[in-house]
């Protein structure tokens, strides 16, 4: 088979317009970024529209992924081919992870979104504005502190980090300011990757530009010496934020490889952040197709949790329906096969993979949630091993299964997964309204624990003194009622990477709350997990080259 950069290349893409004009918009209202790539305005979003809304999650992810991008793009290909009119809504891929461990980020096989190469790569820029955007809040704090030390201003605490979208781990932290006087005040200071910035969710999050503007000068820069919290909007420099990030708000319109719309926009990682991309996005995809795709980072603990506490709790977004995507090689590691060996048949270890596939399930019904299983086919699956998948989803879990050939096959391939997603909605839709797992009024406490418990199956929850510093804050400041995104490692229900399956009673440890005024979430780092990622030994960027003008190795 084709590599996935070699289907790109092979795929005869339609012009912008077209692609706009298969989901109602007329060419003459979208800001075109080439033949193929398109800004989508604002005014296109209609919420009198409103079409099926379905999230793809998995269980809880290998080092290469699960694949829920493939099986997301591949629902939009099945649901055009059956005759629905379909878009996926993605995130962006980062660079960082790009040219770190897993290569593109744009679907694989004969299910991606195109351009693959620009839209992995610099795309329309968003990821760079709001880098640019982040990074100036930063150099303007610094200036105005500067500037105003000789008044006796000074803050007796800086939160504002700059970010950077390369894994680079030197970065996490430094000390700026050095040398001479006029290089600024000498500080500890340092760097998140971009995904993890605060204006990454608040652009994620945002209904509109007036609340884009509102979160924004909401940002809590750092605290005074006499403990008041100092914001971009004391900053006053809100404005300036906003043009930085003007086009960015814009969704981006792509294609597939089968030239269906998809809509693509925003970058938050679901370990760090909270995995989902653009409310904007998203509620633009709602009002222009019939059905809308989108995905949540991670595992279902992860992305999905988040996409429904935060997220669809702020939004009043429901999915009538949630897909969990599930591999033999995810479901063998999460029943102790040695990583070097899941690519090999190995039903016992398959079997004893599968209580983490339950316990995902069980927790999206929790919320409410009609759940069909995917199984994303490779060939190294054999059929004794799907039968017994199918046979534990059907018949022990009671949820509906199929499997998805979208990666070789495209559309024709996932023609039953669609039938099934579309039957499935049609005669068994989530329930509404969503079941929360905590309520706005819990403390900060309280939610996280119920997340951890609940969802994680921790025993328990310990927080460390810099984390009830935090909370006490947060509690002080009106913040209480901001949801939770607990940043925790993907590799496991716990915040231990290497406890696989589905590991329960164990300890949580908060060693730190980061305060997302502007975001309206509360940030629980759990764990050792780290918001600026490092490089591994043989980087992607290793395989990665120009040769005779094409991209190679971003596959």
Request: charged share 20%; with cysteine; hydrophobic share 40%.
């Amino acid at each position: 088979m084709k590599t996935d950069i070699e289907i790109a290349h092979s795929t005869e893409l339609k012009r912008i317009d077209e692609v706009a004009k298969q989901l109602g918009i007329d060419p003459e209202a979208i800001e075109h970024y080439g033949k193929h790539i398109a800004k989508l305005p604002l005014s296109l979003i209609d919420e009198k529209k409103k079409g099926k809304l379905i999230l793809v999650t998995a269980i809880t992810a290998t080092r290469a992924g699960i694949g829920k991008t493939t099986v997301s793009i591949g629902l939009a290909l099945g649901l055009n081919a059956i005759g629905k009119k379909a878009c996926v809504a993605l995130r962006e891929p980062s660079l960082g992870p790009c040219f770190g461990m897993k290569g593109g980020a744009a679907g694989g096989g004969y299910a991606q979104v195109l351009p693959m190469e620009r839209i992995n790569l610099h795309f329309t820029g968003d990821f760079h504005a709001i880098t640019s955007a982040h990074n100036m809040i930063a150099a303007l704090l610094d200036n105005y502190l500067y500037q105003h030390e000789k008044e006796g201003f000074g803050l007796r605490e800086i939160l504002w980090r700059r970010v950077l979208d390369v894994n680079d781990r030197s970065l996490r932290s430094i000390v700026t300011g050095l040398g001479p006087a006029t290089n600024g005040i000498t500080q500890q200071a340092g760097f998140d990757i971009t995904p993890a910035s605060e204006l990454m969710a608040i652009l994620c999050l945002a209904q509109d530009e007036a609340d884009l503007r509102r979160r924004i000068e909401n940002i809590l820069l750092g605290y005074t010496y006499d403990g008041k919290p100092f914001t971009v909007k004391d900053l006053g420099v809100a404005g300036a934020i906003m043009v930085l990030l003007k086009d960015a708000i814009q969704p981006n319109l792509v294609q597939t490889t089968e030239n269906t719309p998809a809509i693509v926009h925003g970058g938050p990682f679901a370990n760090i952040a909270h995995g989902c991309n653009s409310l904007i996005a998203t509620r633009m995809s709602l009002s222009h197709a019939d059905y809308t795709i989108t995905e949540a980072g991670f595992g279902a603990d992860l992305g999905a949790e988040k996409f429904y506490n935060i997220l669809c709790r702020k939004s009043g977004l429901e999915p009538d329906l949630t897909v969990i995507v599930a591999t033999a090689q995810g479901l063998k590691m999460h029943g102790g096969v040695e990583l070097d060996k899941i690519k090999e048949p190995n039903e016992e270890g398959l079997r004893h993979g599968l209580a983490n596939l339950d316990r995902h399930v069980h927790n999206l019904q929790g919320f409410g949630q009609s759940v069909v299983v995917v199984f994303n086919r490779f060939v190294t699956d054999t059929e004794e091993e799907m039968a017994l998948l199918r046979e534990h989803c059907e018949k022990e879990l009671g949820v509906p299964f199929v499997i998805n050939y979208a990666y070789t096959d495209g559309g024709e391939g996932a023609k039953e997964m669609a039938q099934l997603v579309v039957d499935t909605i049609d005669k068994n839709p989530s329930q509404k309204p969503l079941h929360f797992t905590y309520d706005d009024n819990d403390s900060i406490k309280t939610k996280i624990e119920k997340v951890a418990k609940t969802i994680y199956g921790a025993a328990s929850v310990t927080f460390a003194k810099p984390a009830l510093k935090r909370i006490k804050l947060a509690e002080e400041h009106g913040m209480a009622h901001f949801p939770v995104c607990i940043a925790k490692t993907q590799f496991s229900f716990s915040a231990d990477a290497k406890q696989y399956g589905a590991v329960s009673g164990f300890n949580i440890l908060i060693k730190d709350v980061v305060l997302n005024a502007g975001a309206e979430m509360i940030v629980a780092i759990a764990g050792d997990i780290l918001r600026m990622p490092g490089l591994p030994k043989d980087p992607q960027a290793n395989h990665i080259d120009y040769v005779d003008g094409e991209i190679i190795g971003l596959s």
